[in-house]
């Protein structure tokens, strides 16, 4: 008999303006299964459009999931920083700390 896989979690810092909140993640979920724990984060295309949910990890960078072809198209297009990403197109693999520019609207 074989055991099942363990799910794991993994935590997500996320700093904001004067905010600062931290939660867990189960491990290979998109940052947008967060979104009804946080409205640090912010989305509106969902599809690597519009860049509303644009943050910068600050640590972590490698437990997220590789850049899409589509957040690649457009992070360059926008000539963001290479630490840059998308939360709608990111899923996480490992505990990361990002920041998010900007006050949260109302
Ligand atoms: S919600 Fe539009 S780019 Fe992520």
Redesign the pocket.
Known sequence: MTEAPQRTDVKVDIDRAMAHETHSLRSGLGLMALQRKTELI?????????????FRVISGEENLSPVTKKEAD?LQAMRCDPNER????CRVFGDVKIRIEGDPED
């Open positions: 912010e989305y509106d295309c969902k599809e690597a459009d519009c860049g509303i949910c644009l457009f998308l939360a709608c197109q």
